[in-house]
């Protein structure tokens, strides 16, 4: 296919997208004569192209959608459901050829599906005539005015862009003002196109896209060949033209290849971090460095990032077919359009999108009438809603129907033993919610041509958890359903924790890192049980699958009873352990993909360079877990477990002066390691200088430190109320979810104590720690806080 | 190759490996890194050597002794890199020696008594003074062909 072929698929979808969107909105405002003169627009540049590239079968099909659209534009037809009913039906035509265009090159021959769609078209034109004539007149008259200059403001810009663009990567010869023939630029464009016979067509469209211009906006001819000179001047005063102007296209691949660049640049900057941190004046320069790169990394991504609208667009048009078939009546609400996300994560979504919408327009949103019987409008709200919350970006799908049916999904999951039926019982709302996640779920009691064939929600959540993203759900009986997709901005750079496995580093993504548990060389071998040739650990009352990373990648076999570390993973709704050596420090790290030989052991999602310039390579979670049999509707299981346990609370295990003791871990802000001279004293009260305010501090590890300055005390910073207070300790063992424990007899519930780890232990009551209130008098002035 | 009136002599990189010389044409080689930190990759094919950082990229290095059959080196190697369709690779040698003019006219084909592996990785062998210069392409030694001709 010719490079201007390409070019012309390119345009002409865009510009079918544009006319979907236009025409969706058409139907809520059918008198916005704007929308019809932009609509009208993009089936005529369709028209105006395919006929010099000899595609028939489109110039028919556009010309007959043309004359509809310019009887619309004129006034002297009014907009009607039919209308836009068969105007979309010609764009999914078009559309049809433009694919068989891109697949084969030709148009393919279906006349008789044209003829029909053309006697459709011809059929809504005659029919026409039930507009108020008071209306239309009015309407006209603000086209005059407005259309024209909407009208003119984009055609300048693409008709002088899509004539030259084919040519422009390769010949930077071409000459802006576009208007005059131009032998030299098509003779450069001879060789790409094969033979020199692309020159001819190549002014053709030229002239025909400046002549597209002439017919639709005569006032805008002349603008248009000086368009360079004036644009930058013009810009400030005309804000609709500004963006065009200021933006351009980008190839990915040059993209793709910044983003590696700056990657490396974010290697060579941790590199840089490492082996100057101890020099004071470099570690100023590092430090701007690491400024810089971070900055130029954002740019990078920045120009990677394309607005959800890009996606967004065809939900409309979804949603209207969507209504209409179900017989249901359906607004759909677009929000927060302009969020940006990185383009592969964009088109990753599309899908998952895609199938929430359908679910909700199909089991979510009532019928009409059932909506009226439940005293709501007979419309239903589906409101699509995509935001910026920290390093994620947030797409929410949310309906105002009916909602889930808990006891519904409740007796599927247990007639599909997805869970067993004395679980159910016991599961709460939220968690009943998560079992339509689950592969094989789906409640739709009858199989509509829209969903509910049996592949639902477990494949949208699979979809988003592909790319490191989290789908929740969350619905009210009688006021809807919001389901929420949590994406990450981008997937080149993930932060990922090193772990280490027989003196290697590898990667683990931390999206899919749940938690870490040590065992120390004693506890190895007792802590880790077997089933058969199954390792198992014991977390928190379950049992955790575990897989020796040493073992799955045949690395030389470890002695026995050593200390090791257990990272507790959950991908793909997966849950096991992974147990490695040791821990490293968790990194940012650069994705390098890795050569299709190694791709092909299946483990590895890629590999990285470490900020010690040491090499990486990334583990796949999923991909392990799948590869060693982990099962999915057990550890769903687990998961569901984990999260409601009532009677169950975690714990911060610490120890000070020798006993253990534990912190709810509700209360804890964080832990700081600092020197123990930093310890002050207010009268005799223990305090802490922490963010410019003093910090009430219960100091137990204190008397078993002694009086070396040059200790080191670990201090864990609570919220007891609305005031803040630190522990010290000698150590902070782990965390640990306790349970409640009744005393014998009475049943009563003991406070201050829990079952930790099966241990008694007592539970830091931080309320016991003296305010600084009464002291804070003596600390000031008279006595000076004095160092211990 | 062995049209000698055209190109009669050409350059060649001299690698060692083991007791052996081999020559790989210059005009194929990117680059040259001097015993890098390679790190290698668990399960993966028998004749892949490691990971190594090459320009920002990471790279799979295919190790000319695995592929040979021989005991891995003891100290660390050099690699050639070399660029194919899909992407650079690199090959470990044992260490780069100096860039030699051979003359087509001194080239033989692989002897048919050579082993079978030899035969489908050397490209025969150019005759030096003292002793056998064997010929390598960097072709048969992508990553991808030799996953399809060995299998580890």
């Not at chain 1, 009677?647 to 600092?674: M, S, W, Y």
């Not at chain 2, 030899?118 to 025969?124: I, K």
Request: proline share 6%; glycine share 10%; hydrophobic share 40%.
């Amino acid at each position: 296919m010719d490079d201007l072929t390409r070019e012309f698929l390119l345009e002409s979808q865009e510009g079918l997208d544009r006319m979907e969107r236009c025409l969706t909105d058409l139907e809520t405002r059918p008198g916005d004569t704007e929308l019809l003169a932009e609509i009208f627009r993009s089936v005529h540049t369709i028209k105006g192209t395919t006929g010099f590239l000899g595609f028939g079968r489109l110039e028919v099909l556009s010309h007959a959608g043309e004359n509809l659209l310019g009887l619309l534009r004129d006034g002297s037809l009014a907009v009607s459901p039919e209308i836009i009913s068969g105007l979309l039906a010609l764009m999914d035509s078009l559309r049809s050829i433009l694919r068989a265009i891109e697949a084969t090159g030709a148009e393919g021959e279906r006349c008789s599906e044209d003829g029909e769609m053309i006697a459709r078209l011809e059929v809504l034109q005659n029919q026409g005539s039930t507009f108020t004539q008071a209306e239309i007149p009015a309407a006209v008259a603000v086209a005059h005015s407005a259309a024209p200059r909407k009208a003119r403001t984009p055609r300048q810009r693409s008709a002088p862009r899509n004539a030259p663009r084919p040519l422009a990567p390769r010949s930077r010869k071409v000459s802006p003002p576009p208007a005059g023939p131009e032998p030299r630029a098509a003779g450069e464009a001879g060789p790409h196109g094969g033979t020199g016979a692309v020159s001819p067509p190549l002014q053709s469209v030229r002239q025909q896209a400046s002549l597209s211009a002439e017919e639709i906006a005569p006032v805008a001819l002349r603008p248009t060949v000086d368009r360079t000179r004036q644009a930058p001047a013009e810009a400030p005063s005309m804000p609709s033209g500004g963006t065009a102007d200021s933006t351009l296209r980008v190839d990915v691949e040059l993209l793709n290849r910044m983003m590696n660049l700056v990657g490396e640049l974010v290697l060579t900057r941790n590199q840089i971090l490492q082996a100057t941190s101890a020099d004071a004046g470099f570690a100023l320069l590092g430090r701007r460095l690491d400024m810089v790169t971070a900055d130029l990394r954002e740019s990078v991504m920045r120009a990677r990032m394309q607005p959800v609208s890009h996606v967004f667009s065809r939900f409309p048009r979804l949603v209207r077919d969507l209504a209409r078939g179900l017989d249901k009546r359906v607004q759909l609400e677009l929000e927060g359009q302009e969020t940006e996300l990185d383009k592969s994560l964009l088109e990753a979504i599309r899908d998952p999108l895609t199938h929430a919408i359908r679910n909700a327009v199909d089991h979510g949103i009532e019928s009409p009438e059932q909506r009226i019987a439940a005293g709501k409008p007979a419309e239903g709200l589906l409101r699509l809603r995509a935001c910026h919350e920290g390093s994620h970006v947030i797409v929410e799908v949310h309906d105002d129907g009916a909602g889930m049916n808990i006891e519904r999904i409740r007796d599927k999951a247990v007639e599909r033993q997805l869970v067993s039926p004395a679980r159910a019982e016991q599961m709460g709302e939220r968690e009943i919610l998560q079992l339509i996640f689950l592969p094989g779920f789906s409640t739709a009691s009858a199989v509509t041509s829209v969903s509910g064939r049996g592949v639902g929600m477990d494949v949208v959540r699979t979809n988003v958890e592909k790319i490191g993203g989290k789908v929740e759900i969350d619905s009210r009986a009688g006021q809807g359903t919001v389901l929420r997709l949590r994406i990450p901005l981008t997937l080149a750079i993930i932060p990922a924790l090193i772990v280490r496995s027989r003196g290697q580093n590898f990667a683990v993504p931390q999206s899919s890192l749940t938690e870490l548990v040590h065992l120390s060389a004693g506890e190895a071998d007792g802590r880790i049980e077997r089933l058969e040739s199954a390792a198992l650990y014991r977390l928190r009352g379950r049992l955790l699958p575990l897989i020796f990373l040493d073992r799955l990648l045949e690395q030389p076999a470890r002695e026995r009873s050593r200390a090791c570390d257990i990272a507790v993973l959950n991908a793909d709704g997966r849950r096991f352990g992974l147990v490695v050596d040791g821990l490293a420090d968790p990194e940012e790290i650069v994705v390098k993909p890795l050569a299709a030989v190694l791709r092909a052991i299946g483990y590895y999602a890629g590999a990285t360079i470490l900020g010690n310039g040491e090499m990486a390579l990334i583990l796949n979670p999923g991909a392990i877990a799948q590869n060693a049999g982990v099962g999915l509707t057990g550890d769903a299981d687990e998961n569901l477990a984990d999260e409601t346990r009532n009677a169950q609370q975690d714990f911060l295990l610490v120890e000070a002066d020798g006993r253990r003791a534990a912190l709810p871990l509700e209360t804890v802000l964080r832990i700081e390691r600092i020197p123990r001279s930093r310890i002050e004293w207010a009268g005799a009260r223990p305090v802490l200088r922490f963010e410019g305010a003093l910090l009430p501090l219960d100091d137990r590890a204190g008397q078993a430190a002694g009086d070396d300055p040059d200790a080191q005390a670990t201090v864990v910073v609570c919220r007891d109320g609305k005031r803040q207070v630190g522990m010290s300790v000698a150590h902070v063992l782990d965390v640990a979810g306790g349970r409640q424990l009744e005393e014998a007899g009475s049943g009563a519930v003991a406070e201050g104590i829990t079952l930790l780890q099966e241990h008694v232990t007592g539970i830091v009551s931080l309320a016991a720690i003296p305010s600084l209130d009464g002291v804070s008098g003596h600390a000031s002035s008279e006595f000076p806080a004095e160092a211990r | 190759m062995n049209d000698t009136s055209v190109q009669p002599s050409h350059q060649v990189c001299s690698v060692r490996v083991g007791e052996t010389l081999y020559g790989v044409p210059i005009a194929h080689v990117l680059e040259i890194l001097g015993k890098p930190p390679t790190q290698p990759v668990p399960l993966a094919p028998g004749f892949v050597g490691g990971l190594v950082h090459y320009r920002g990229e990471v790279i799979t290095a295919v190790s000319l002794r695995r592929l040979l059959g021989m005991e891995p080196s003891p100290a660390r190697e050099d690699v050639l890199v070399f660029e194919t369709p899909e992407g650079p690779f690199g090959l470990f040698v044992d260490s780069v020696g100096e860039v030699m003019q051979v003359s087509d006219a001194d080239h033989e084909p692989n002897p048919a008594t050579l082993e079978s592996r030899r035969q489908a990785l050397f490209a025969g062998a150019w005759k030096l003074k003292d002793q056998l210069l064997v010929s390598l392409e960097p072709e048969r030694l992508e990553p991808m062909r030799l996953a399809a001709s060995f299998a580890g």
